[in-house]
C-alpha cells in the first residue's frame, strides 16, 4: 500500500517563499504529483516529478529524492490566491491509482 | 476543449437510498478514476476504469460499484447509503493514465440524512 505523510497546515506571508513537505512509503512508485485545491473547488495539475530532481514551472517548483521517499512543493513570490490546499499524490505501478495525501491547507497573510 | 462534466452537483439522499453519480471525460480521455473527499480521510481512491474495464480498485466496500461505457462516459453507484457516505465526490480523467496528469472534475456534493 501507500503512506503519504504532509503537514496539515503552514502559514506564510505575502511575498515569501515557503516550501511544503510530503513524504511516502510506497510498495510500487510510478511518479508524484502535486496538486492545488481551492476551497470549494476541484484539485488542479500543478507538477509531475518521476525522476529525481528539481521541476522549475513558473513561481512553483517540485523537487523529488526517490531514495528518500522525499518531496516538496516550492512555492516563490507568495500572493493571496495561493491560499489552498496543496496535495501530494504518488502515482502506483498500476496505471491510473494514485494515492493522496491529506493535503496541506496554506493560508497566505498579507 | 470541455473539461471532465459531473452530474448533478448536489445531491441530498436519506439514509438506505441509493444514488448514481455521472462524468463525462474530457474527449479523447479512456481513463476516469472516482475518489471520495472528506474532511476527515482527504481523497481516497475508489476505482479507476479504463476501456470500460475496471483497472484499479481501492478499499471500499461492495456498496461502492461503477462502470464506463463505450463513450469512455462513467458512473458510479452507492447502494444502501449510510450517514459516512456524505463526502465530495471526485472524477478525474487522463489520457492513458500512466505519466500523465489528472483533470478533476467539479464534484458532486453528497449528503445523506
Same mark, same amino acid.
Given at each position: 500500500?501507500?503512506?503519504?505523510?504532509?503537514?496539515?497546515?503552514?502559514?506564510?506571508?505575502?511575498?515569501?517563499?515557503? #516550501?511544503?513537505?510530503?513524504?511516502? #512509503?510506497?510498495?510500487?512508485?510510478?511518479?508524484?504529483?502535486?496538486? #492545488?485545491?481551492?476551497?470549494?473547488?476541484?484539485?488542479?495539475? /500543478?507538477?509531475?516529478?518521476?525522476?529525481?530532481?528539481?521541476?522549475?514551472?513558473?513561481?512553483?517548483?517540485?523537487?523529488?529524492?526517490?531514495?528518500?521517499?522525499?518531496?516538496?512543493? /516550492? /512555492?516563490?513570490?507568495? #500572493?493571496?490566491?495561493?491560499?489552498?490546499?496543496?496535495?501530494?499524490?504518488?502515482?502506483?505501478?498500476?496505471?491510473?491509482?494514485?494515492?493522496?495525501?491529506?493535503?496541506?491547507? /496554506?493560508?497566505?497573510?498579507? | 476543449?470541455?473539461?471532465?462534466?459531473?452530474?448533478?452537483?448536489?445531491?441530498?439522499?436519506?439514509?438506505?437510498?441509493?444514488?448514481?453519480?455521472?462524468?463525462?471525460?474530457?474527449?479523447?480521455?479512456?481513463?476516469?478514476?472516482?475518489?471520495?473527499?472528506?474532511?476527515?480521510?482527504?481523497?481516497?481512491?475508489?476505482?479507476?476504469?479504463?476501456?470500460?474495464?475496471?483497472?484499479?480498485?481501492?478499499?471500499?466496500?461492495?456498496?461502492?460499484?461503477?462502470?464506463?461505457?463505450?463513450?469512455?462516459?462513467?458512473?458510479?453507484?452507492?447502494?444502501?447509503?449510510?450517514?459516512?457516505?456524505?463526502?465530495?465526490?471526485?472524477?478525474?480523467?487522463?489520457?492513458?493514465?500512466?505519466?500523465?496528469?489528472?483533470?478533476?472534475?467539479?464534484?458532486?456534493?453528497?449528503?445523506?440524512?
Amino acid at each position: 500500500g501507500q503512506n503519504i505523510d504532509q503537514p496539515t497546515e503552514m502559514t506564510a506571508t505575502e511575498g515569501a517563499i515557503v #516550501q511544503i513537505n510530503c513524504t511516502y #512509503q510506497t510498495s510500487g512508485f510510478n511518479g508524484l504529483f502535486w496538486y #492545488q485545491q481551492h476551497a470549494g473547488e476541484a484539485p488542479t495539475f /500543478l507538477s509531475y516529478n518521476v525522476l529525481d530532481g528539481l521541476e522549475e514551472k513558473g513561481r512553483f517548483s517540485s523537487f523529488l529524492s526517490r531514495s528518500k521517499g522525499y518531496s516538496y512543493l /516550492l /512555492l516563490k513570490e507568495l #500572493q493571496m490566491k495561493d491560499s489552498a490546499s496543496y496535495l501530494c499524490a504518488v502515482r502506483d505501478t498500476n496505471a491510473g491509482k494514485s494515492t493522496f495525501g491529506d493535503g496541506t491547507t /496554506l493560508t497566505v497573510k498579507p | 476543449k470541455a473539461g471532465v462534466t459531473q452530474t448533478p452537483r448536489y445531491l441530498i439522499k436519506t439514509r438506505g437510498q441509493q444514488v448514481t453519480l455521472s462524468c463525462s471525460p474530457i474527449s479523447g480521455h479512456r481513463s476516469v478514476s472516482w475518489y471520495q473527499q472528506t474532511p476527515g480521510q482527504g481523497l481516497q481512491f475508489l476505482f479507476e476504469y479504463f476501456s470500460e474495464t475496471q483497472r484499479n480498485k481501492g478499499n471500499f466496500p461492495g456498496r461502492f460499484s461503477g462502470r464506463q461505457f463505450s463513450n469512455s462516459r462513467s458512473e458510479m453507484n452507492v447502494s444502501t447509503l449510510e450517514l459516512g457516505d456524505s463526502a465530495l465526490y471526485l472524477c478525474a480523467s487522463s489520457w492513458e493514465g500512466v505519466n500523465t496528469e489528472a483533470f478533476f472534475g467539479q464534484g458532486t456534493r453528497l449528503t445523506v440524512v
